[in-house]
């Protein structure tokens, strides 16, 4: 068949996004055909940096020009992104494409620590990534990205002042533990917590994001509805360790996003703590916690199973040292990574195939 851009559309047509099931042409996800004797060149669209599928995208349009063209056009395809996103026209956080809340059932399992590798995973990959702190009595984020001692700006824009995040590993960050001495414990009741939240969603200069991720505190309290009602959230991640009380809780807090009036998409459930591995023996696993429940809790609620975190010292060391553990090489950094890609894959499937959130009217 003759090299045309119309043939190159024409062949494109047979490779299908393998997540939206739909095919690169339609998704207009095929961008900047150039034509040129034997010589073809175009760029893939994805929907997202953190893509894990993107070789496997490439080779299918490789193999479709072979196949429907002809297996001696030299071909160069590019490959770059623009995430996907359903908050068109939104007034608040208007450069935002995607808020994540990140969530527990109860407080140890290690949801902070998810939060900060999770984001600084998705901005290696390539993605604008912002944190909020929004555990307002236990705050956790400037310690693992190391600056507890920094204080965010403020910048006056007409007559209202804005707080400018803390930028770390490529990460916005804001949280109150910015805004008050590390030692001090915040002593205060529900409204003022849900006020501190407002404030960092509305009051906070974000810019351009992809992906703005919420790190709420354990449970299920005034923040999670204060969230809830303040900005319509893309979905929400659920974490949590292998045992039953953990499990418990987590069931609980996975009900309360599926509940009617509250209807955000759950994207999955994160395992930690899954099985334990000594890095001078990192072949060998031992499940101290039970085995498989995250996954089980996911198959339950028909929900996506994000992956597994292993129990590794490196990961307590490089939070405590404010250096997360996916800036290390190795078994753990792999296992942030591939989460990383899945949730992002999620959330692409997410945006494909469900209409925005709504924000919640709820009166409590």
Not at 298 to 312: C, M, R, T, Y
């Amino acid at each position: 068949m003759e090299l045309t851009k119309e043939s190159v559309i024409n062949a494109l047509r047979h490779v299908d996004d393998p997540d939206i099931k739909k095919d690169l042409v339609t998704l207009n996800m095929i961008r900047d055909i150039a034509v040129d004797s034997n010589k073809l060149s175009f760029t893939v669209v994805l929907t997202t940096p953190a893509c894990p599928l993107k070789e496997v995208i490439k080779n299918n349009c490789l193999d479709a020009i072979s196949e429907h063209i002809s297996p001696d056009v030299e071909v160069e395809i590019e490959m770059t992104s623009d995430v996907t996103t359903t908050r068109d026209n939104t007034p608040l956080l208007p450069g935002v494409r995607n808020i994540i809340a990140v969530a527990s059932g109860k407080g140890g399992v290690g949801k902070s620590t998810v939060t900060a590798n999770l984001a600084v995973a998705l901005a290696r990959q390539g993605a604008k990534v912002g944190v909020i702190d929004a555990d307002i009595f236990g705050p956790s984020m400037p310690t693992m990205f190391n600056c507890e001692h920094e204080q965010p700006g403020i910048k006056k824009v007409g007559e209202k002042n804005l707080i400018i995040p803390i930028e770390q590993y490529g990460v916005k960050l804001i949280s109150i533990g910015f805004l008050t001495p590390a030692e001090n414990a915040v002593v205060w009741r529900g409204p003022m917590a849900s006020s501190a939240l407002k404030q960092f969603i509305a009051d906070t200069e974000w810019g351009d994001l992809d992906y703005l991720l919420i790190d709420l505190p354990p449970g299920t309290s005034d923040i999670h509805l204060t969230m809830v009602q303040t900005v319509p959230v893309t979905g929400a991640v659920l974490v949590t360790t292998p045992q039953k009380v953990a499990l418990a809780d987590a069931q609980k807090g996975l009900n309360m996003f599926l509940q009617p009036q509250i209807n955000v998409p759950v994207l999955g459930v994160i395992e930690n703590m899954a099985y334990f591995t000594p890095e001078e023996l990192p072949d060998n696993k031992y499940y101290i916690f039970g085995r498989d429940g995250g996954k089980k809790l996911a198959e339950k609620h028909e929900v996506p199973f994000l992956g597994e975190i292993p129990l590794v010292q490196g990961i307590r060391e490089g939070g405590d040292i404010g250096y997360p553990a996916i800036m290390q090489e190795g078994t753990t950094a792999d296992a942030f990574i591939g989460i990383a890609e899945t949730v992002a894959q999620q959330i692409a499937i997410r945006n494909a195939e469900k209409a925005e959130t709504k924000k919640v009217e709820l009166k409590v």
